[in-house]
């Protein structure tokens, strides 16, 4: 496993994660206790140290699965979640978003992940006028003040949003995550620039596009009900799949496997601090960590 510091936080994080959405039952499958337990463990064998979640994985789902799974071994991980959301049902979402919200949030997800403190704390795809309530920034500054939170960061919800990234260091946010992939290149335009300038770490959330850079998947295949990729049109699903399938056999190195060389494509941008893609099974875990190793030109 190889590592980079987040950018001023310090923090030396495995350049694999693990990605948590899946957990909360919205990607075609249910995860038991013994399930998640054992890809963490397995993870944490082959040097991955860093978990992303949120508070809508489910409702606290996944970051309850997370602390069933890590609660004896805490110390041995650096967890990131989110907050601005409130699961209802599948896909369907509310938006608590005063201060006194983020302080009940933050608190469930605490008990949730069985620890009295979470390393990253993220904005999860808020708007600008949100955003920018000065209520929110200092309650998040009290929470830091009082060990519940170690950081303070923002999960962007468009990957161009120069507003929130220029504004990051005067709100006390040091990490910056967003989608970065292959197939979706927007946050080179300016956002990455604007994380360089203030040093801030950056988590490259959907490294494999929803899976369709591993593939796996080819243009016509159908997803199962309740996996989330099922709620795109067939159009946008197959555009997506034939642009894959394109990059795929232009860029793809000969014996080369593609999920592994999609995170490693992330990963050769120094701008990258860690990517963090799903995974539903041990062995995606194993091939996820492998990535770490492969370089490409």
Not at 85 to 92: P, R
Not at 139 to 153: I, S, W, Y
Not at 176 to 196: G, H, P, T
Request: net charge positive; glycine share 8%; aromatic share 8%.
């Amino acid at each position: 496993m190889q590592f980079r510091t987040l950018g001023s936080t310090g923090l030396k994080i495995s350049v694999v994660g693990i990605g948590t959405w899946q957990f909360g039952g919205e990607w075609g499958k249910d995860f038991a206790q013994e399930e998640v337990t054992a890809m963490l463990a397995r993870g944490r064998e082959l040097g991955i140290n860093f978990i992303d979640t949120a508070e809508c994985y489910g409702d606290h789902l996944s970051e309850a699965l997370i602390g069933g799974a890590i609660a004896q071994r805490r110390a041995d991980w650096i967890v990131a979640t989110k907050f601005g959301h409130k699961y209802h049902a599948h896909m369907t979402r509310s938006e608590p978003r005063t201060a006194a919200d983020v302080v009940k949030q933050l608190e469930a997800s605490l008990k949730a992940l069985k620890t009295d403190y979470i390393d990253i704390y993220q904005y999860h795809s808020w708007g600008n006028r949100d955003f920018d309530q000065t209520d929110v920034v200092e309650t998040l500054k009290k929470q830091v003040e009082a060990g519940k939170v170690r950081f303070v960061g923002n999960s962007l919800a468009s990957n161009d949003n120069l507003y929130q990234a220029d504004k990051s260091t005067g709100y006390r946010i040091s990490v910056l995550q967003l989608i970065y992939n292959r197939l979706d290149r927007a946050a080179e335009r300016r956002v990455l620039d604007s994380a360089q300038r203030q040093n801030l770490g950056v988590l490259a959330r959907v490294p494999l596009a929803s899976g369709f850079l591993s593939g796996k998947y080819k243009p016509g295949d159908e997803f199962k009900p309740g996996d989330v990729r099922a709620g795109q049109s067939n159009s946008q699903r197959d555009d997506k799949l034939k642009l894959a399938q394109e990059i795929l056999k232009n860029e793809l190195p000969a014996g080369v496997n593609p999920a592994q060389w999609a995170l490693a494509w992330c990963l050769k941008n120094p701008l990258i601090t860690a990517v963090i893609p799903g995974c539903k099974s041990v062995e995606q875990v194993e091939s996820n960590a492998a990535a770490a190793e492969l370089k490409i030109p």
